[in-house]
């Protein structure tokens, strides 16, 4: 993944809900995948192992966030764990067809929370966070990022 998507991620995540934080480790993982994908294309084995298994810590991360005292998580579970089996399919025969079906499935469930995201009112889980203020300011066609607030202790306050 490239400095500027992580930069971006990393910039929504400290921004992000609960909703969110879902929505964006959906992106993440199909990131990964196409990544995998790509690296895979150029014949590079060691780059599509690496890629698709992001993708499964992601995934990993998605397992841990489940509230498994309600049915729709346990439905959840079943299925991340089902997506991870055809990760390691992949990576056992270097195979990207396996790949379609995770692909499709994370695609549905980013929509379906993409559409959550609208009716989700909550506000971000990190509160001590620098705001980020990105715009055209003073320079010609420059793009200039400017933090403000307290930048030495920010994120989740024990």
């Known amino acids: 993944?490239?400095?500027?998507?992580?930069?971006d991620?990393?910039?929504r995540i400290t921004m992000a809900n609960k909703t969110q934080m879902i929505t964006i480790l959906?992106?993440?993982?199909?990131?990964?995948?196409?990544e995998a994908e790509s690296e895979l294309s150029k014949d590079n084995r060691k780059?599509?192992?690496?890629g698709i298994q992001r993708a499964g810590n992601c995934i990993d991360e998605l397992i841990h966030s489940l509230?498994?005292?309600y049915e729709l998580a346990n439905?959840?579970?079943g299925l991340y764990i089902f997506e991870k089996r055809q990760l390691l399919k992949a990576i056992a025969g270097f195979d990207t067809k396996v790949l379609v079906h995770v692909k499709g499935t994370f695609n549905s469930?980013?929509?379906a929370y993409l559409s959550l995201e609208k009716m989700d009112n909550e506000k971000?889980?990190?509160?001590?966070?620098?705001?980020?203020y990105v715009g055209l300011t003073y320079g010609k066609n420059q793009l200039t990022e400017s933090i403000s607030g307290d930048i030495m202790s920010r994120g989740l306050k024990a």
């Open 1 to 7: 993944m490239t400095q500027e998507k992580i930069r």
């Open 9 to 11: 991620y990393t910039l």
């Open 26 to 34: 959906y992106e993440m993982v199909l990131d990964y995948i196409n």
């Open 47 to 50: 780059g599509f192992i690496e």
């Open 67 to 69: 509230n498994l005292g």
């Open 75 to 77: 439905n959840l579970l």
């Open 109 to 111: 469930l980013h929509e």
């Open 124 to 132: 971000s889980i990190m509160k001590n966070v620098p705001k980020v």
